[in-house]
């Protein structure tokens, strides 16, 4: 019953750690990030179009404007970090870091649209009033936030795809150098086959040469009777 107890707990905690595991790797994907992107961007369009609604009152023109405000954004922040940056220098004209001056805009777009959005002068009380302040800057660095995080999750897949290639590219060669070794593999065992061979055929030949003149006899009868005429034979003389 003991031993029962002990794997039914083994298996709880198995279940708890690849879950936790696996809601950890949910968190930190790909996959929540866009979902999270689109969501704040489906706030940008409602945003957008209320502020050209009230100003157009006209709902069309503004659905149309809301769209393209949005595809603009959508399409500067996810390549803002290609724009080249404007290097920050020291008096001694060093660089010293590098202002992202695509997101500064981004930043400000989106601060302006909310401050049109939220409309802080009309708060009625004074709590309400530093509230939508917060809110404004706080919605308008998110864009900073979406765009940083998108070029890093950019990095990080193409990171991850240079990876799978080069294990990929390790695995056919660990297939090749296999290959290589099963071949040499081969080749040596038919060395070493000819090599015997070669040997075998040597003894062969010394069986058939005449020790004195060194030529080759054959059969067997010819050089045992050549052996005992040999000129080169002290013996036979």
Same mark, same amino acid.
């Given at each position: 019953m003991?031993t029962i107890?002990?794997k039914d707990k083994?298996? /709880?905690?198995?279940?708890?750690?690849?879950?936790?595991d !696996? *809601?950890?790797?949910?968190?930190t994907?790909?996959?929540? *990030?866009l979902l999270?992107?689109m969501?704040?961007?489906?706030y =940008?369009y409602? $945003?957008s179009?209320?502020? *050209?609604h009230?100003l157009?009152d006209?709902?069309?023109?503004?659905? +149309?404007i809301? +769209?393209?405000?949005?595809?603009?954004?959508l399409i500067?922040m +996810?390549n803002?970090s290609y724009?080249?940056?404007?290097? +920050?220098?020291?008096?001694?004209?060093?660089v010293?870091?590098?202002?992202?001056?695509? !997101?500064?805009?981004?930043?400000?777009y989106?601060l302006?649209?909310?401050?049109f959005?939220w409309k802080?002068?009309k708060?009625d009380? %004074?709590? /309400?009033?530093? *509230?939508?302040?917060?809110s404004?800057?706080?919605?308008s660095s998110?864009d900073f936030?979406?765009?940083?995080?998108?070029?890093? !999750?950019q990095a990080?897949?193409?990171? @991850?795809q240079e990876l799978?290639?080069?294990?990929q @590219?390790l695995t056919?060669? /660990?297939?090749?150098?296999t290959?290589l070794?099963?071949t040499?593999?081969?080749l @040596?065992?038919e060395?070493?086959?000819?090599?015997? =061979?070669?040997k075998?055929?040597?003894?062969l030949i010394d069986?058939?040469?005449?020790p004195?003149?060194? %030529?080759?006899?054959?059969? $067997? !009868?010819?050089i045992?009777s050549?052996?005992s005429?040999?000129?080169?034979?002290?013996d036979?003389?």
């Open positions: 003991g107890d002990t083994q298996t /709880e905690e198995y279940w708890y750690h690849t879950l936790d !696996k *809601f950890a790797e949910f968190l994907s790909k996959a929540l *990030f999270a992107f969501g704040f961007m489906a =940008r409602y $945003e179009q209320q502020i *050209f009230d157009l006209d709902p069309w023109p503004s659905h +149309v809301a +769209v393209v405000a949005v595809l603009t954004t500067f +996810v803002s724009l080249a940056p404007i290097p +920050v220098k020291d008096d001694e004209g060093k010293t870091s590098q202002l992202h001056w695509s !997101k500064v805009i981004l930043v400000l989106a302006i649209i909310n401050i959005f802080p002068w708060a009380t %004074q709590a /309400e009033y530093y *509230f939508l302040w917060f404004c800057i706080m919605l998110m936030g979406f765009a940083h995080l998108f070029k890093e !999750k990080q897949t193409t990171a @991850q799978t290639s080069l294990d @590219q056919s060669k /660990e297939e090749e150098l290959s070794r099963q040499h593999t081969n @040596q065992q060395i070493n086959q000819l090599t015997s =061979r070669k075998e055929l040597a003894d069986q058939f040469t005449c004195h003149c060194q %030529q080759v006899y054959w059969p $067997e !009868k010819s045992t050549h052996m005429k040999c000129k080169q034979n002290s036979s003389k």
